[in-house]
């Protein structure tokens, strides 16, 4: 379970002061720099940091600045029109929020996906993770002044993008997993076009390494810089490739497996030196690895249906005659009257900047009574205030950059 805000604050206060960075607060040699809130990076938030000379000696994240209250605005949405709620934050890591949302619904159903429906999920959750580790990575480059890794990384990652909309029919916010399945088959030349992307981003990887991570001039800007200790991670709850570049091997997919995941052939990639360059490096590992995952998940994907029978019940004569000619499920009012018995439900799933975790508290009507949802972005966001200090004020934006800390997928 994730750590109280209050637990976190006490313990950051805590590793801070352990740590020696010689500089001190005291006299009138600080000043304050605001950075922010006008989208000083991945998203609108502010960063306010104390330097001494360009040395920072405190790092403040104001986050808010896009709160969205989803958790308040499911609770007067039937089920189905939260899907498109929990999809927009993480921007490009759609999919895992989904799954991690309809898992929690599901369990209160009682129900659980067809198997082709759960490799479905899978694959289209590996290319969207594909697409926003690229997506970091590009941000990430245009922090460090590299503007060819921006371009590449914005470039490479339309592949997967296109590709999930052939999957789903919509490019960005997909609402493709449902309660007891997806909404859609994928298209008879869909593992041809998928194994294509595949190859070439297998070839696009030697040149990322060639031109970026084997870069001396990035190298130079990322190693030693903004080191997590392995034991403070843990400590702080940090979660994703965060937490595996501090050398935590623990992924949810295999820690917890949901979908297809514990039939799928994959490694974990961990590192051991907790600065921003393994934090980055993880990340094209990780790439490597969802390469693999949906090469195996067409390979052993099943037949059959799509979608839980229980669903499938209620669909009418020409819903029904819809979806036996084009694999496709509509659900016009369908879900209106979904009304899962009282309860309570949790599921937690990897999203691409980490662990998420969701909890859904029913009263037996149509909409949640009470609905929780916990980023990886919120629960890393402690990292500005444990690590930054120290740095050098340029050192700010490589750090940043390493984390993939996305401010709407925090605010939520």
Not at 80 to 95: A, F, G, W
Not at 251 to 279: H, I, K, S
């Amino acid at each position: 379970m994730v750590a109280s805000s209050i637990a976190i604050e006490e313990i950051s206060k805590e590793l801070i002061q352990t740590r020696d960075l010689g500089v001190t607060e005291e006299g009138e040699r600080l000043v304050e720099l605001q950075i922010g809130p006008t989208h000083p990076g991945s998203g609108h938030m502010r960063i306010r940091v104390w330097v001494d000379g360009d040395i920072i000696v405190r790092c403040d994240p104001d986050i808010g600045f896009v709160f969205r209250t989803i958790e308040k605005l499911s609770e007067n949405r039937i089920y189905m029109k939260t899907i498109p709620l929990v999809e927009r934050p993480s921007l490009l890591d759609t999919t895992p929020m989904t799954i991690g949302y309809i898992n929690a619904l599901e369990k209160l159903m009682g129900i659980e996906p067809p198997p082709r429906a759960k490799y479905l999920r899978t694959m289209l959750a590996e290319l969207t993770r594909i697409a926003s580790h690229l997506y970091g990575v590009g941000i990430l480059s245009i922090f460090l002044g590299h503007s060819t890794g921006f371009m590449w990384g914005f470039g490479d990652r339309e592949l997967f993008v296109e590709l999930a909309n052939q999957l789903s029919g919509a490019r960005i916010t997909y609402a493709y997993v449902v309660p007891g399945g997806v909404r859609r088959d994928m298209p008879q030349s869909f593992p041809d076009d998928v194994e294509k992307a595949l190859r070439y981003m297998e070839r696009r990887l030697k040149d990322w390494y060639k031109i970026f991570l084997n870069n001396p001039v990035i190298e130079d800007r990322l190693r030693e810089v903004g080191v997590l200790r392995k034991n403070d991670a843990v400590k702080l709850g940090i979660t994703g490739p965060n937490l595996r570049a501090s050398g935590v091997d623990f992924d949810v997919r295999v820690a917890d497996p949901y979908e297809a995941y514990d039939e799928l052939d994959f490694m974990v990639p961990v590192a051991e030196e907790g600065d921003a360059y393994a934090r980055t490096l993880v990340r094209f590992e990780e790439i490597k690895q969802s390469i693999n995952i949906i090469r195996d998940a067409l390979k052993k994907m099943p037949s059959g249906d799509i979608i839980h029978p229980q669903i499938a019940r209620m669909f009418n004569p020409l819903m029904k005659k819809i979806y036996e000619e084009t694999r496709r499920v509509k659900f016009p009012g369908i879900f209106a009257s979904l009304k899962p018995p009282k309860g309570e439900a949790t599921a937690r799933v990897e999203a691409g900047r980490g662990e998420a975790l969701f909890h859904i508290v029913s009263d037996g009507s149509p909409r949640p009574y009470r609905f929780r949802w916990t980023t990886p972005s919120y629960r890393n966001v402690i990292l500005f205030k444990y690590m930054i200090p120290g740095h050098r004020l340029a050192d700010l934006p490589a750090i940043y950059g390493s984390l993939d800390y996305f401010p709407p997928e925090a605010d939520r």
